[in-house]
């Protein structure tokens, strides 16, 4: 049995958000985007792993001082390390990652970033910036895809269930049916 703990964090004059999962044999932090001392301070086990849904700055930010106080390896997808991050594990997609006793699925969901992912634990997803509150992350942005975010929807789309949480990049933790049902910019078919 794991807990997510949201960490919303101050960057800049926005929010990000943090995640500490709460798994049985250790802690997990993923993104680490600001306020490092923040992340740390909601941990209640020694961290594990850093995992990165994506290499933005607003989630990689404080990374390095989170390993440095943690000596946790950190894992994100190859697309995304570009000389911002190194030293890490490389996500490939569909890959099962064995985490402080907790079995965390990866998907590779471009769009947004070409190294985004999303993490399943149990039946919830941590998903970046793939969706957000009646949204889903920007394609405007240099090597951001509006076809490719939309087929990474449709990716993971198929695993939610009546009571699947997601973890966003940004703003409150949803309900994936609630957005099946409110967000205009989910594609088409999906609900």
């Known amino acids: 049995m794991s807990e997510i703990e949201q960490v919303t964090l101050s960057m800049g004059g926005f929010e990000v958000n943090s995640y500490v999962v709460h798994a049985p044999d250790g802690d997990i932090v993923v993104d680490a985007g600001a306020e490092p001392e923040k992340i740390l301070g909601a941990t209640r086990a020694p961290v594990a792993a850093i995992l990165v849904t ?3 700055a607003d989630h990689v930010e404080a990374l390095e001082f ?22 890490y594990r490389a996500l490939e997609d569909g890959r099962a990652l064995d985490v402080a006793g907790l079995g965390i699925r990866v998907f590779h969901t471009p769009g947004h970033s070409p190294g985004s992912v999303t993490f399943v634990v149990g039946h919830d997803q941590i998903v970046g910036d793939l969706i957000l509150p009646g949204s889903v992350g920007r394609t405007d942005i ?20 009546e009571a699947t949480r997601l973890y966003t990049g940004h703003g409150p933790v949803l309900m994936a049916v609630e957005e099946l049902r409110t967000n205009p910019y989910l594609p088409p078919g999906l609900s």
């Open 142 to 161: 240099a090597g951001a895809s509006w076809e490719e975010i939309e087929a990474s929807i449709r990716k993971v789309m198929p695993l939610w269930e």
């Open 54 to 56: 994506h290499g933005h």
């Open 66 to 87: 989170v390993r440095s106080e943690t000596g946790a390896p950190v894992y994100m997808h190859p697309a995304d390390a570009g000389g911002k991050v190194n030293d």
